[in-house]
Nanobody, 116 residues
Framework: QVQLVESGGGLVQPGGSLRLSCAAS????????MGWYRQAPGKQRELVAA???????NYADSVKGRFTISSDNAKNTWDLQMNSLKSEDTAVYYC??????????WGQGTQVTVSS
């Protein structure tokens, strides 16, 4: 079993920055892929960014050049640095962990609101 705890959401003005963090605990020795997803009201949950244990990253086109995902494998944590935030980035952000056996775990979600 894996537990994920997110932190770092909040309210920020357009053009501002936020950093989200996710910490995994429990049976995390076989953590394989770590990611961030988001879900805006009335929309489906979508991938924002993901990183493999080996450091390969993948980003949604809408955040490329603005967001950066990073991980600390020793601590089983991963972060999402969000710069140049736009109103359309407003959503609940969820971290996700995928184990080598394919089992998937989600965090509880953290609200990010971009508004003046």
């Amino acid at each position: 079993q894996v537990q994920l705890v997110e932190s770092g959401g909040g309210l920020v003005q357009p053009g501002g920055s936020l950093r989200l963090s996710c910490a995994a605990s429990g049976t995390v020795y076989n953590l394989n892929v770590m990611g961030w997803y988001r879900q805006a009201p009335g929309k489906q949950r979508e991938l924002v960014a993901a990183i493999t244990r080996g450091g390969i990253t993948n980003y949604a086109d809408s955040v490329k050049g603005r967001f950066t995902i990073s991980s600390d494998n020793a601590k089983n944590t991963w972060d999402l640095q969000m710069n140049s935030l736009k109103s359309e980035d407003t959503a609940v952000y969820y971290c996700k962990a995928v184990l080598r056996n394919g089992w998937t775990y989600w965090g509880q979600g953290t609200q990010v609101t971009v508004s003046s």
